[in-house]
């Protein structure tokens, strides 16, 4: 299929895009690694007259530590982010969950960036957003913005984002001592996406109770969702397996869970139970070893 004609459009900078988002509104589109935009328009599920390409905006592609925290660039590529030693070291949870997606192709091009404002159902960079509580960050015409995680997705490919806004950085604190995190996924085995996805962080105490426990799931419903009633079911409690099992339990609690061809609303939240507790299992794992 070929996309409806538009006109495109290279900013080297941040200002120059802002500019031309400006001058267009609606009509016009961001574009990044195209890996969620281009099939859009190929289908013509999607068109727009003016592209603006930031793939060269060179600022917008790092991953670094700065003020204490792990502060990634829209623009960083799911395999940038999977093979990345500084999140690997400090957070390893980001790498390990951009290493699910996809395959190698749809790594090398797609975009940290890209995927969080596209906000796929399915998409996994989510539940691991949720659960290590990142920061968005943002700029339009009208200044700079910080989206906490949880505010960040609202509803079925509904971001926070407002029209003109970029996303800019993505930052996360690195994992405190005593703490594991692990994402595990059901994947949709023709295109990788996530059926189920669930990460889970946990932090230990001396004693081996669970003094913070933050769970994501993704591919289950219109949007992925902090799994709050089994956070607090673990909290402060020694995570054995029928604990965990009791917390799992919780992971759909308040959720409206969606069906498709793959996987029925039911399955889905069957699913979203027992990689909750798996992946809260791998994550406590994890914890008691560092
Ligand atoms: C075959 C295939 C398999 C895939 N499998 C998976 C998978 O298993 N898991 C998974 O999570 N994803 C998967 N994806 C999606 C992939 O991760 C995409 O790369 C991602 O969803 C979109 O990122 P992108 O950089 O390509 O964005 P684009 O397609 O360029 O843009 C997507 C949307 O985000 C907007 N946008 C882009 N950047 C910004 C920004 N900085 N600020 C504001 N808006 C912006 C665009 O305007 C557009 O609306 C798959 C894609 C394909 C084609």
Not at 56 to 83: C, M, P, Q, W
Not at 100 to 118: E, K, M, Y
Not at 187 to 215: E, N, W, Y
Not at 226 to 248: F, M
């Amino acid at each position: 299929m070929i996309p409806a004609e538009f006109e495109y459009h290279a900013p080297k900078s941040l200002n120059e895009a802002l500019a031309l988002l400006g001058q267009h509104g609606d009509d016009a589109k961001l574009l990044a690694g195209g890996h969620s935009l281009i099939p859009a328009l190929k289908l013509r599920l999607s068109s727009f007259s003016h592209l603006i390409d930031i793939g060269r905006i060179g600022d917008l592609a790092y991953i670094k530590e700065d003020k204490g925290a792990l502060a990634i660039g829209a623009r960083a590529t799911h395999f940038e982010v999977e093979s990345s030693a500084l999140l690997q070291q400090k957070s390893p949870l980001l790498a390990e969950c951009a290493a699910h997606i996809g395959d190698v192709q749809v790594r090398n091009r797609g975009t940290l960036g890209g995927s969080l404002a596209h906000a796929d159902p399915a998409a996994d960079y989510p539940a691991a957003i949720l659960a290590l509580e990142a920061e968005i960050q943002t700029v339009s015409a009208s200044g700079k913005r910080t989206i906490k995680a949880e505010d960040f997705f609202v509803d079925l490919l509904t971001t926070a984002l407002q029209p003109g806004e970029i996303l800019t950085e993505v930052r996360i604190a690195p994992l405190a001592a005593k703490t594991g995190g692990a994402y595990l996924k059901v994947a949709q085995p023709a295109s990788g996406f996530a059926v189920v996805g669930v990460a889970a962080v946990v932090t230990l105490d001396a004693a081996g109770k669970c003094t913070k426990v933050r769970v994501g799931i993704t591919g289950a419903a219109a949007k992925a969702w902090r799994a709050h009633g089994t956070e607090a079911v673990l909290s402060g409690k020694t995570p054995d397996d029928n604990t965990l099992a009791q917390a799992a339990a919780k992971a759909t609690d308040g959720i409206e869970t969606a069906g498709d061809i793959f996987a029925s609303a039911d399955y889905r939240a069957h699913l979203a139970r027992v990689y909750a507790k798996r992946a809260l299992a791998k994550a406590v794992e994890r914890a008691r070893k560092v």
